[in-house]
């Protein structure tokens, strides 16, 4: 299985290297197309502007001012759109055409969105919508706030750089849906404390690489089901590669959780503080969860959970090899319902200690490799095997 996702990932980063290649092949194109300006507090529009467009034919539009409108951009190739100063797209007050984005991208490709800001309002689905198949779309150094915020669908592939979103209705700040590819690199995904359960990464039957992602008071940090798959992984050495979550007010639920067939892999680290709530249950830093995996190695960091540190359930599997799951209220290590968790040999061994207990699980469940471990975690557990395996033959 580890030598499964260990392809996966490789086969990620490859993926990753010719999307940024032509990502740089599509700016290049760009530049070669025509540059025009909209002034929308001058009573210009950015739609009206793109409906007179080549649609086939590289162009660079600068947005100046507030536009108040739907932003459609459908069909393009090679468009860049480039905010100066201050500029924004906001929802009207009206929708009487029911659009569900505010900036919509579909079916385009070579698509660039850089240095804007986004504002919804609660009557609409999200801020930005990317789908129907959409590629080679880059959303860089762009402020969102409101409902949702970003929705990537319908097999599409994605790179948000720099993207920051503070979601004041809605569900999830970031969603990946429809076998789509989201590629995350640096940003902060928060919510007010206003008592909404909200998510800040939403993945279904989608696939989602991330780094140097924060993530703030959200009741789900990072939610993945449906077969979907989160790599955090550093791809781009320009930014910082260990993704946070952090749980000021209290609020939180679960730092991740994972379920459904589901999976997440840790190549960087995943630092995670103060998750769950403090009656335990299925609270924590990770919950693993319906036939679902977590490959975390030497990378995954919980402390002070309120709720469990990890726990997986339901006939999945987790595997850890120098990570560390120290000081919670409930179990550091939790597993049930035929369910593993393995800890592998490192040059630093697994650090689980001061929760209470460290080690837990019920009779139809198993820790191995507990050989591994710094320390004497405290155990209640009747099935803990010093090794990775039984003795084979």
């Not at 968790?341 to 689980?352: G, K, L």
């Not at 209470?356 to 591994?372: M, R, V, W």
Request: hydrophobic share 40%.
């Amino acid at each position: 299985m580890l030598d499964s996702i260990s392809k996966v990932s490789v086969m990620s980063r490859r993926f990753m290297g010719v999307t940024s290649i032509l990502f740089l092949i599509s700016a290049a194109f760009a530049q070669n197309g025509p540059t025009i300006t909209v002034n929308c507090n001058n009573g210009q529009s950015l739609n009206r502007t793109l409906s007179q467009l080549d649609r086939q034919r590289p162009a660079t539009v600068l947005v100046e001012g507030t536009c108040t409108e739907f932003v459609k951009i459908d069909g393009f190739e090679d468009l860049t759109l480039k905010g100066q100063s201050g500029a924004a797209i906001q929802q009207p007050a009206t929708n009487p055409q029911s659009y569900s984005y505010v900036l919509s991208i579909t079916g385009s490709r070579g698509i660039t969105v850089s240095g804007l800001a986004v504002h919804s309002l609660s009557s609409i689905f999200s801020g930005i919508g990317i789908g129907k198949g959409s590629s080679e779309v880059l959303i860089e150094n762009v402020n969102v706030d409101g409902s949702w915020g970003v929705v990537v669908y319908e097999e599409s592939q994605v790179w948000l750089v720099h993207v920051n979103v503070n979601i004041t209705s809605g569900f999830a700040a970031i969603s990946d849906f429809d076998k789509s590819d989201v590629h995350i690199a640096g940003g902060l995904l928060q919510r007010p404390n206003d008592g909404a359960y909200r998510a800040g990464l939403l993945v279904g039957s989608g696939h989602v690489t991330m780094q140097g992602m924060t993530i703030r008071d959200m009741q789900q940090s990072i939610s993945i089901s449906g077969s979907g798959s989160v790599d955090l992984v550093a791809v781009n050495p320009a930014i910082a590669a260990d993704v946070t979550i952090e749980n000021p007010s209290g609020t939180n639920y679960n730092g991740a959780i994972v379920s459904d067939g589901s999976s997440l892999n840790l190549s960087v680290r995943l630092v995670i503080n103060n998750a769950g709530q403090t009656w335990g249950g299925e609270t924590a830093g990770v919950f693993v969860n319906n036939g679902s995996t977590l490959d975390a190695g030497a990378n995954l960091i919980v402390s002070h959970s309120q709720g469990q540190g990890v726990i997986v359930t339901n006939n999945s599997h987790a595997s850890l090899s120098g990570s560390s799951i120290t000081g919670g209220l409930h179990g550091g290590l939790v597993v049930a319902n035929l369910s593993t968790i393995d800890i592998q040999p490192s040059s630093s061994p697994t650090v689980v200690g001061g929760n209470a207990p460290d080690l837990f699980c019920d009779s139809n469940s198993l820790i191995t490799g507990t050989a591994n471990l710094a320390g004497a975690p405290t155990a209640n557990c009747a099935n803990l095997l010093s090794g990775n395996t039984v003795t084979l033959p």
